[in-house]
């Protein structure tokens, strides 16, 4: 089977791969540096969508931020309760598919900055599942 390539088409693209080639060459190291900007950057983001979210309850504004992936059947709603909600998606936006966890890991300090923000206080994120690791799919547990 011939090994899949990607386009490098999206700012979260770019930050996979980047930390593709970072691990590449500098093993797992940076990726420690790399997750708190990340989470930062999440955060940050975050920030800006929940200030027209107010009225939304912290699993409804999670998958508001998931929706234009949920719309384009690249991600779906699994669980869903007051202070969770179970994400599952089948296509990985940073290109990490079949790469590693620790890359992975790294990478989704994004979405815990995302979901911080959105849930006004600290959060946990799970990934129960991951494209990184050769899973079928993406499963994250976020929650309150």
């Not at 011939?2 to 980047?18: C, M, N, V």
């Not at 950057?41 to 504004?61: I, Q, T, V």
């Not at 296509?91 to 079949?98: A, R, T, Y």
């Amino acid at each position: 089977m011939p090994e899949k390539t990607y386009a490098i088409d999206s700012s979260l693209a770019a930050i996979g791969e980047l930390a593709k080639e970072l691990q590449k060459r500098y093993g797992d190291e940076p990726l420690s540096l790399l997750r708190p900007i990340l989470r930062e950057y999440g955060f940050h983001a975050g920030s800006r969508l929940r200030k027209n979210m107010e009225d939304k309850s912290f699993p409804d504004r999670v998958e508001a931020w998931m929706t234009p992936l949920i719309r384009k059947g690249l991600a779906g709603v699994v669980e869903k309760g007051p202070e969770h909600i179970r994400i599952t998606g089948t296509d990985c936006p940073l290109n990490l598919e079949g790469t590693n966890r620790a890359l992975c890991e790294a990478c989704m300090g994004i979405d815990e900055g995302v979901i911080a923000a959105l849930g006004g206080c600290e959060v946990t994120l799970s990934i129960e599942k991951s494209l990184a690791c050769g899973d079928e799919c993406c499963q994250v547990l976020y929650g309150l």
